[in-house]
């Protein structure tokens, strides 16, 4: 035990060291904020060119069905050929001619627009939604009911599921499916990348110690499988260290960057509610101005709430659970394969029966984020190569007590088997010199006696 501590002291000081590991593990942060910070900042951000659309009616009935926003201009043209707008676009400071004809049978009409450039999605967006409630309203009409305006406006209604977790003993708590959704897939992609990244660190650095012949004198003083461990538990200390920094830093850099951008967005909404409200205190009173504040206060205080309401400790405590056996059990996979050739070239056809398993855990995922008790999520939770990364997925929506164990035992005696057999492998393999070798040949090696 001295020995395999003092390898798995050299390899965690020499990778902490190393100006690569400070660099990502401080940048990295960085990189996952962005991913948190970014996608929200732009959903908030308004596009503020201004486009002039010109409309040729050939219906002479949808000019006016489309309306102007503060950035989208419309102007209908009577008196020009449409050959003619098209060809004289950018000159007349047009960003886009739509056309509007009839089709035979509908009363939906075709639409066409032409521009220099691809359309943004907004303004395609604006065409066929204001189309779309023209045409719906004018269907309507046919049927002749009085106030036919009056009446979409009243039935209109936005619905929002409140979702509510109950314990066994009866405790009701706030969830949200969307939040949970979110930990599930950064829980598993996290844990699938880790396991990639750390066990070809493994990989390369049995390659590299076998070529400078440094593995020869190692092993005079301590055992190969002393070696083989000292080495793998080193770097998880090492992937451990990282994954706690990365943790604080991306949270608190991503706490900043939302509570300045909720700040921002909070007095814009504010605004719109204000305006909303004498909107509805002019037309239906002020009651209904105040359920309508109040609901959207509610909504906002329920997410938040289902945040809180994440049972954490058991997340974090099984990620860190499964990450380590997980890790451990590709990591003594991919030092066999390590010690068994002598450069990274020679390794890609027998570290390709180790990637499979992983990359089908990643399709499994996708259906397990949906499908969280499905038969297939359930059994793939169980396959100790695939469940570091599925039971991930399935344990912020909730995992039987009796799943968890089971699935950790057998993780766990896979990894003792594996460990055993991938020792018997690198002992012979890392003194093994000038030869290609093959799965085949590696498994004559562990009937090899000690």
Do not use: C
Request: net charge neutral; glycine share 6%.
């Amino acid at each position: 035990m001295k020995q395999m501590f003092l390898i798995l002291q050299r390899e965690f000081m020499t990778r902490v060291r190393k100006k690569s590991f400070i660099f990502t593990t401080l940048l990295s942060p960085l990189f996952f904020a962005a991913m948190v910070i970014l996608p929200t900042y732009f959903a908030t951000m308004e596009d503020t060119e201004v486009r002039n659309i010109a409309v040729i009616d050939n219906t002479q009935h949808f000019g006016s069905a489309i309306p102007q926003t503060e950035y989208i201009k419309i102007t209908t043209i009577t008196d020009t050929p449409a050959e003619k707008v098209k060809n004289s676009l950018e000159e007349s400071g047009y960003y886009a001619l739509l056309t509007i004809d009839s089709l035979p049978g509908s009363i939906a009409p075709a639409l066409t627009i032409y521009s220099p450039k691809q359309p943004s999605i907004e303004v395609i967006s604006h065409i066929e939604n204001s189309m779309e409630k023209e045409i719906e309203t004018r269907k309507l009409m046919t049927y002749n009911i009085q106030d036919l305006d009056k009446i979409l406006k009243d039935v209109k209604t936005k619905v929002n599921v409140r979702s509510i977790k109950i314990s066994k003993d009866g405790e009701e708590k706030e969830s949200n499916t969307l939040i949970t959704m979110g930990i599930a897939y950064i829980l598993s992609f996290l844990m699938y990348m880790m396991v990639m990244l750390m066990g070809n660190q493994v990989m390369q650095g049995v390659i590299e110690e076998k070529n400078n012949r440094v593995v020869e004198l190692l092993v005079s003083s301590v055992k190969p499988v002393q070696l083989m461990m000292g080495k793998i538990f080193g770097i998880a200390a090492v992937g451990l260290l990282q994954i706690a920094i990365w943790i604080v830093l991306t949270a608190g850099l991503a706490g900043v960057g939302l509570n300045l951008i909720s700040e921002k967005s909070g007095k814009a909404n504010m605004e719109q509610v204000q305006i909303a409200n004498q909107s509805i205190m002019a037309n239906q009173g002020a009651q209904s101005a105040d359920v309508t504040a109040a609901i959207s206060e509610t909504n906002t205080d329920n997410f938040l709430q289902a945040l809180k309401n994440q049972n954490y400790g058991l997340i974090i405590g099984g990620f860190i659970f499964f990450f380590l056996m997980g890790y451990l059990l590709y990591a003594a996979m991919y030092a066999a394969v390590g010690s068994a050739v002598e450069n990274v070239s020679d390794t890609q056809q027998l570290v390709m029966p180790i990637t499979i398993p992983l990359i089908l855990a990643i399709f499994v995922m996708i259906v397990g984020i949906k499908s969280p008790d499905g038969s297939l999520a359930f059994w793939f939770s169980m396959i100790p190569f695939t469940s570091p990364i599925v039971m991930l997925t399935r344990l912020p929506f909730g995992v039987p007590v009796w799943q968890l164990i089971l699935s950790a035992a057998l993780l766990i005696g896979t990894f003792v088997v594996t460990v055993w057999l991938a020792a018997k492998i690198y002992r012979v393999g890392i003194l093994m010199y000038g030869k290609k070798y093959s799965w085949k040949e590696m498994i004559k090696w562990i009937r090899y006696r000690s």
